[in-house]
């Protein structure tokens, strides 16, 4: 039923936009400053979908449709939209939702892996909130000349229509805006008596008023992706390369595309493919938008497992309701279908499989290799090989009984080696290597030597060597020592090293246990300086 409201004039003009404007961002911004609770109610819809985007965990399976009211709110005849032209929106907003609109062809090579399905279809509602029959549209007329972004047109008493209770429907306003403004939305965890989308009514639809270069539907689209909680694909910064969507398939975008741009569109060196222009979310025209990421889905998935999982009916999805020129493909089959298989099909078919299938191989396979082989290969091994390794070779054992080996064994010129002056006390020549206490590999904490009897590693391990304090008034008296400890650990740890690959023989390990042994009891006894 048409009602007249109060008048609220504004100093517009009815005219069709040519660029994309959204106040969506506008509003989110006017209720973080004006309305008590807002901003941590946004907190709880952003850590949720953090959450949701982290373990990859969707709540609902399937599909959900959801039910929409349309309240168109009118001041002239041609802004009191047809039922046609909302029932063209509504199918428009199935197909973008369900990646089944026919232009998402038109999506370039390098962007095709990320077109993601909403699994989302939108139906109007058949019983208003006192369980009434409607069809899902409300006509209000009203004196306003053009609304903005104030929420005005969502309340009765400012010229608009009243919100049906949002936890159970999508509240869409279509009216007359001022300032080129297409639409805008209020993203989840708004008031419920301003929860929605209000969209202009020539961008409204596919029939009807619906005017180039928003003829699409594409508008409507757009801002109830905002109402699922999704954000503008450059990242609301202006042109700096430094917003987010808080998307992850989404390339980094310097600023809103408008128009119809052509691929690629390069900015904050985002190159090959450059900006995603054919998404929903950014500024282009009807005709170039096109696209939903599968990020983006699950953002939008997260916001109905969330805040918003009172609204829609889980529904299984099934085939997606294809657009083709803009109109529906027949939704039921003909009824002329044949019931039968046409009678028509050779009779000449075969009724088995031939019986001519060979059941054993080939007779004439070739028993014996190829003839053709070099009949030079060698038959064995060659004869001539050594029986046993050389004696000398890199695994000798050292010449000296001190020197270290000069071989691949030896050890690195870091944490071993011995201070350079006479008197310097060594600064820990022991110490294991950086990044050893995290984890990173290098030395072991301590070299296990084996028991005297031999038979594998010993039980007990030994200390090698331990740093003298600068400050020791023994220092100098020991630097001897030290350089002589030094000199012994470095030996035992390429013996260690040795023993642990099974490369000792039975002298190498008895010189061995013979130099553990010296040098455990040339520690115990505490060198020079009485104390290591």
């Keep these: 039923m048409a009602k007249a409201r109060k008048s609220r004039r504004t100093d517009v003009e009815e005219k069709q936009p040519t660029v994309r404007t959204c106040g969506t961002m506008e509003v989110h911004e006017r209720l973080l400053r004006t309305v008590p609770g807002y901003r941590e109610a946004r907190d709880a819809v952003e850590s949720h979908a953090w959450r949701a985007a982290f373990t990859g965990v969707a709540g609902r399976t399937g599909c959900t449709r959801i039910p929409v009211v349309v309240h168109v709110v009118h001041r002239t005849a041609a802004q009191n939209i047809a039922d046609a032209q909302i029932e063209s929106q509504i199918d428009v907003l199935s197909a973008d939702f369900r990646a089944a609109n026919a232009d998402i062809a038109t999506v370039p090579a390098a962007f095709q892996p990320l077109i993601g399905d909403a699994r989302v279809t939108f139906a109007l509602a058949t019983t208003d909130p006192d369980g009434n029959p409607t069809n899902g549209i409300t006509r209000t007329q009203t004196t306003v000349v053009g609304f903005t972004q104030d929420d005005a047109v969502k309340s009765d008493a400012t010229g608009g229509a009243d919100a049906w209770p949002s936890d159970r429907f999508l509240n869409i306003w279509v009216c007359q805006l001022a300032g080129s403004l297409l639409g805008y939305a209020q993203f989840p965890g708004g008031a419920a008596n301003t929860d929605g989308v209000v969209i202009l009514h020539s961008a409204f639809g596919t029939t009807g008023t619906a005017t180039a270069p928003f003829d699409l539907g594409r508008t409507t689209t757009h801002e109830v992706g905002h109402w699922l909680n999704l954000r503008h694909i450059w990242g609301d910064d202006g042109t700096g390369c430094l917003g987010s969507d808080f998307v992850d398939d989404t390339p980094n975008q310097g600023g809103a595309n408008t128009g119809t741009p052509v691929f690629p569109s390069l900015s904050c060196s985002n190159g090959p493919n450059g900006d995603m222009f054919m998404n929903f979310m950014d500024y282009t025209d009807d005709v170039a938008m096109v696209m939903f990421t599968v990020g983006q889905v699950a953002r939008m998935q997260a916001t109905l497992d969330g805040v918003r999982s009172t609204i829609g009916t889980a529904v299984p999805c099934g ?88 071989g691949p064994f030896d050890p690195p010129k870091g944490p071993f080696d011995p201070p350079k002056g006479p008197f310097d006390p060594p600064k820990g020549p022991f110490d294991p290597p950086k990044g050893f206490v995290e984890g990173g590999g290098g030395w072991p904490p301590f070299v296990v030597f084996p028991q005297a009897g031999g038979g594998g590693p010993g039980a007990v391990p030994f200390v090698l060597a331990t740093s003298a304090s600068a400050s020791d008034p023994a220092a100098a008296a020991g630097a001897q020592y030290h350089l002589l400890a030094s000199a012994y650990a470095r030996l035992l740890s390429h013996y260690a090293r040795l023993y642990s690959a099974g490369l000792l023989d039975a002298s190498a390990m008895a010189a061995w246990q013979e130099l553990a042994m010296s040098y455990q009891a040339f520690s115990s006894s505490g060198g020079p300086s009485g104390r290591l």
């Excluded at 064995?380 to 004696?391: F, G, V």
């Design 319 to 406: 085939p997606k309701p294809i657009k083709e020129g803009g109109k529906d493909w027949p939704k039921d089959p003909p009824k002329d279908l044949p019931k039968d298989p046409p009678k028509e099909f050779p009779k000449d078919l075969p009724k088995d499989w031939p019986k001519e299938f060979p059941k054993d191989p080939p007779k004439d396979l070739p028993k014996d290799p190829p003839k053709e082989f070099p009949k030079d290969l060698p038959k064995d091994w060659p004869k001539e090989r050594p029986k046993d390794l050389p004696k000398e070779g890199p695994f000798d054992p050292p010449k000296g009984p001190f020197d270290p080996p000069k």
